[in-house]
Every structure is written in C-alpha cells, then in structure tokens.
C-alpha cells in the first residue's frame, strides 16, 4: 500500500511538471509571436512608405507618373516654336522624296526682314525637328534675296546677341548652325559685320580647342577675312592670333 501510494504521488507530480511545462512552452511562444508581430510592425513603420503615409508632403499629391517638373513634355514651347505653331513664320516645310525644301506662302523678296530675319536667327538655337530645318534654311534663304544688304545692315545691332546664343550653345549642332548663319551673314553684309565681329570671336576662339571644330572654324574665319577686308583681319588677329590670313 505504501508502495502503491508513493507511485500515485510521483505520477500526480509528474502531471503537474508536465502541465507547467506546456505553460511555460505556450507562454514563451505567445511571447515570441508577440515579439516578432512588434518587431515587423515597427520595421513597416519605420519604412520609406510608412513614413510617408504617416507623414505625407505636399508633394505627394501630385502623381509623379503624370505630372513631372522636369519633364520634357511639361515645357513650355520656345518663343520660335510658339511662333511658328500659330504661322508667325510665313513659311512651311516641304517632305521631298530626297530632302526637304521650303515653301513661302509670298516671295521671301516681299518680306520684311525684322522681325522675321532675327526670329528665324533665334530658331538656330532650336533642337527639334522641324524647327532647326525651318529655322536654318529660312535664314538663309531670305539673305539670298534681293535688297538683303539693306534690309540686314540696320539689324546687326540685334541679330549679333541672337547669333553670339547659338555660338556659345552647348549643342554641337547648334554651334554648327550658328557658324554657318554667321558666314552667310558675313556674305551679304561684307565690312559693315566689323564693328559687332569681336563680340563673336570669343567663342569661336575656345572651339578652336576642339579638333572637330578646328577646320570649319578656320574656315569660317577666311570667309570673315574675304569679305570683311583688312579691318576683319586685324581684329581676328587680335582675338586668335594663332589665325593665319589667307593672304600668307
């Protein structure tokens, strides 16, 4: 009997290790859960996302997907985009099988050349088709008319800033325009470009530096020389005295 009652004991203890053993072990995993619920629910919180819903900005009202600041399509068109969108430049561009070509909605001789000679000189500065054909070709061709001397003369005070834009341009292309503008313009106006050329030669100087630019440029300064005489030379010296005269 006492064997029989000492056995019940030691099971009854046994139960009751046992029974506080699934306690412990339940309340340790509830804490564990407890734990890692706190722990992924602080992580979320404190996250990029969550701060922001917690703490949103003014600017996260805008959709980024559809309103960009920066973005291209949020610009505003250029003066000689605007311009030519509403026909202010009497002039269109013709799709030639070969290449493009212009047609005038009057002959470019019954034009005036201000503003129109000055606003296609500020379309070389233009980086988008078909703005910078329009802009390049327009230019030229309505210095090919008759009466363009005198027509041009009086705007040189205005058209050399717009030029000296386009010469100063980080975009090669338009750099490449605007020498060739300057060319044209020298062309038609002979000396009378002297007085404004020293405000260009800067420029033209520090392309020099460039291997690439280094013959149209020469180029374009014995084409300044040719038709500006002895008093273009003189100044070109005094800006680029490595220029060699094409009288050497």
């Known amino acids: 009997m006492q064997k029989s009652e000492c056995h019940g004991v030691v099971q009854l203890r046994n139960r ?4 506080c053993d699934q306690r412990t072990s339940s309340s ?3 804490k564990h859960g407890t734990t890692v619920q706190q722990s992924n629910s602080s992580s979320s919180t404190s996250s990029p996302e969550t701060a922001r819903k917690v703490h949103p900005r003014p600017s996260d009202k805008l959709n980024p997907k559809t309103i960009n600041p920066f973005g291209e399509q949020s610009r505003a068109p250029s003066a000689f985009a605007a311009i030519y969108s509403k026909g202010g430049i009497p002039c269109r561009l013709v799709h030639g099988s070969v290449k493009h070509k212009l047609q005038w909605e009057c002959p470019p001789e019954n034009l005036p050349f201000d503003p129109l000679l000055i606003t296609l000189a500020e379309g070389l500065r233009e980086t988008k088709h078909p703005y910078t054909f329009v802009s390049k070709e327009g230019f030229r061709e309505l210095l090919l008319v008759q009466g363009a001397l005198e027509k041009a003369v009086p705007l040189l005070p205005r058209l050399i800033p717009v030029l000296k834009a386009a010469l100063v341009h980080m975009d090669d292309e338009v750099f490449a325009r605007g020498l060739n503008a300057l060319v044209q313009l020298s062309v038609v106006v002979g000396p009378s470009l002297n007085d404004h050329l020293k405000h ?4 033209l100087s520090k392309r020099l530096r460039d291997k690439k630019f280094k013959e149209p440029i020469t180029s374009a300064l014995q084409n300044l020389e ?5 008093g273009s030379l003189i100044i ?3 800006k680029i005295p490595t220029y060699c005269s094409i009288c050497c």
């Not at 009751?16 to 029974?19: D, E, I, L, V, Y």
């Not at 260009?200 to 420029?203: A, E, F, I, R, V």
């Open 28 to 30: 340790m995993q509830i």
């Open 226 to 230: 040719q038709h500006g005489g002895n």
């Open 236 to 238: 070109i010296k005094s």
């Open 16 to 19: 009751k290790a046992g029974s």
């Open 200 to 203: 260009l030669l800067t420029s």
